[in-house]
């Protein structure tokens, strides 16, 4: 099984601070590595696919970065509706695994 | 617009079984996979297994192979989630989800369905 360590498990930022989220794969996954962001009490929402691609309608802040097994998703000026956990899925195995998520506390 | 809607919570006895509905609305339902994702204590976020409503073709993660089936009507644009045998540890937020292929992303999720196995 491939796994998926996501660091930090939380982090504290204030307005307009630029922030990073990283996500190891125990294996290379190529670029099959995607973002979410989960508000309390919401389902998650894509952010960011295939390791860089942004979702449609997602603010331009966000930027994902990296191939084969490091990760990274960067906010350049953090908002605070980004206040949220973060998650990485990989989907190159057959069990799509999702990484532990990051409390981000704006 | 595209859009996900999942049946409502549930409150189960272990032992018993529970079929989760997601209807889709917005798009052609036929022609995009959907997957079933499960959330325990609001964190762990868990891919339980996809299926192409098109042709019936699911797959499952090996952690979920043979304790869940994944089926789907394009009749009425609707895929299902059964879960057999309950337990207290299935208690959990189920989501679909609408994915573009067996690896691909998922986007937009449904509202998630709570189930509660409690004796």
């Known amino acids: 099984d491939i796994q998926m360590t996501q660091s930090p498990s939380s982090l504290s930022a204030t307005v307009g601070e630029r922030v990073t989220i990283t996500c190891r794969a125990s294996q290379g996954i190529n670029a099959y590595l995607n973002w979410y962001q989960q508000k309390p009490g919401k389902a998650p929402k894509s952010l960011i696919y295939a390791a860089a691609t942004l979702q449609s309608g997602v603010p331009s802040r966000f930027r994902g970065t990296g191939i084969g097994t490091e990760f990274s998703l960067t906010i350049s000026s953090v908002q605070p509706e980004d206040s949220a956990v973060y998650f990485c899925q990989e989907t190159y195995s057959a069990s799509c695994t999702f990484g532990r998520g990051t409390v981000l506390e704006i | 617009e595209v859009q996900l809607v999942q049946s409502g919570a549930e409150v189960k006895k272990p032992g018993e079984s529970l079929r989760i509905s997601c209807q889709g609305s917005g798009y052609s339902f036929g022609k995009f996979w959907i997957a079933w994702v499960r959330q325990l204590s609001g964190k762990d976020l868990e891919w339980m297994g996809i299926i192409y409503p098109g042709d019936a073709n699911a797959r499952y993660s090996p952690s979920f192979q043979g304790q869940v089936t994944i089926s789907a009507d394009t009749s009425n644009n609707t895929a299902y989630l059964q879960l057999n045998s309950l337990k207290a540890s299935d208690s959990a937020m189920y989501y679909c989800?609408?994915?573009?292929?067996?690896?691909?992303?998922?986007?937009?999720w449904g509202q998630g369905t709570l189930v509660t196995v409690s004796s």
């Open positions: 989800a609408r994915g573009y292929g067996v690896d691909s992303w998922f986007d937009p």
